[in-house]
């Protein structure tokens, strides 16, 4: 899938581009060292807890932004990672995933109110999420029920990217059968990832090429690490094992540089055109078909309303009528009564009279 270059593009060079990137996956497959590590600095605490005797206890899914400056290759990107600690702890996750969706949504809602107002405000930030990494734990069998639940309930809003946390756990051998049934059961449940999409037709040879490659590392290993050690010589970011080196920004050993690239400088434009185009205008129409659905209903309620209280007034009026027809009734009756018991008498007096003459 390829887009058209915006208008007002080289203006955005030069004032800098704003993306968001959300962080998904449960405790210990290295999201806080991944995100240190791709913005190359301290940007989320490590997590110490000051009293061990409660270390135990979970406190929940937490949702937070963090806002750091980069610089790429002299275009300033404004980077805002989402980090979702407390996610996958609970045994109960349906809390985790409505907490996300509503956070994801939550940021639509915020773009359609500040479209329908009649003075924008200058200032307003638009907080979308354009991409969620949803890290997959490195079992080397295939997806858990709560992957699978995840990224299935989330794929409508937002463009998910699977990767496999700590993949320097698995072998060469492991990791690429892994990723391959990680796949497989991607397809099988029909989940739409963001998976590079290209037309072979439309777009040039080196697009098609970068994306297919790109395709193909689906779900990215990635090994994270903010302590530097010396190889060769040189300083290296990476993990120190008794058999040798494991070098994050090494391709050979893991997928964390073409990653990177991908979300900070070939694609993150696209990221941010189909989570606009796509995404936030499917949301939009789902959004005001129900108010205009409610809408409807309430009319609708309202003229149901009016015709039982129209009906309510018609039973009065012929209960009235009915109430004037059977005094009338009985008023004729009295009357008839009355006129025969004077014939009556009337024609007593007549025989009387015979008799008496």
């Known amino acids: 899938m390829s887009h058209p270059r915006r208008p007002g593009n080289r203006k955005n060079v030069k004032k800098g581009f704003q993306f968001t990137l959300m962080v998904v996956g449960a405790s210990g497959l290295g999201r806080t060292t991944f995100i240190n590590t791709l913005c190359d600095a301290e940007v989320v605490p490590k997590r110490e807890c000051e009293e061990p005797e409660m270390a135990h206890i979970e406190e929940g899914i937490k949702i937070k932004p963090y806002t750091v400056e980069l610089d790429e290759d002299g275009v300033k990107i404004s980077l805002t990672v ?161 058999w040798g080196v494991v070098e994050v920004d090494n391709p050979q050993h893991c997928d964390f540089v073409k990653l990177r690239y991908a979300l900070l400088s070939s694609h993150f434009q696209d990221l941010k055109e189909i989570t606009h185009d796509y995404l936030y205008e499917n949301y939009r129409t789902e959004k005001l078909s129900r108010s205009t659905d409610s809408a409807s209903d309430n009319d609708s309620g309202e003229e149901d309303e009016h015709s039982r209280l129209k009906e309510e007034q018609m039973k009065k009026e012929e209960g009235k009528l ?36």
């Open 322 to 357: 009915k109430e004037i027809e059977d005094r009338v009734q009985r008023e004729l009756k009295e009357k008839q009564q009355e006129l025969w018991t004077k014939e009556q008498q009337l024609m007593s007096l007549e025989a009387a009279q015979v008799q008496v003459q």
């Open 82 to 242: 989402v980090d979702t600690p407390g996610f996958g702890d609970m045994i109960d996750n349906e809390y985790c995933f409505q907490e996300i969706l509503g956070y994801l949504e939550q940021q639509y809602d915020d773009i359609l109110s500040e479209e329908s107002r009649i003075k924008r405000n200058r200032r307003f930030r638009d907080n979308r999420v354009h991409a969620l990494l949803y890290f997959i734990a490195p079992t080397g069998h295939s997806l858990r029920e709560i992957d699978i639940e995840l990224m299935s309930r989330l794929s409508p809003r937002i463009n998910i990217i699977p990767v496999i946390g700590k993949s320097d756990s698995l072998t060469p051998g492991e990791l690429a059968d892994f990723k391959k049934r990680v796949m497989e059961d991607i397809a099988h449940h029909k989940i739409p990832i963001y998976n590079f999409p290209y037309d072979p037709e439309e777009d040039d040879d080196e697009t098609v090429e970068e994306n297919s490659e790109l395709r193909s590392l689906l779900p990215f290993a990635l090994i994270g690490c903010e302590e530097e050690v010396t190889v060769d010589g040189r300083k290296v970011r990476g993990r120190q094992y008794p």
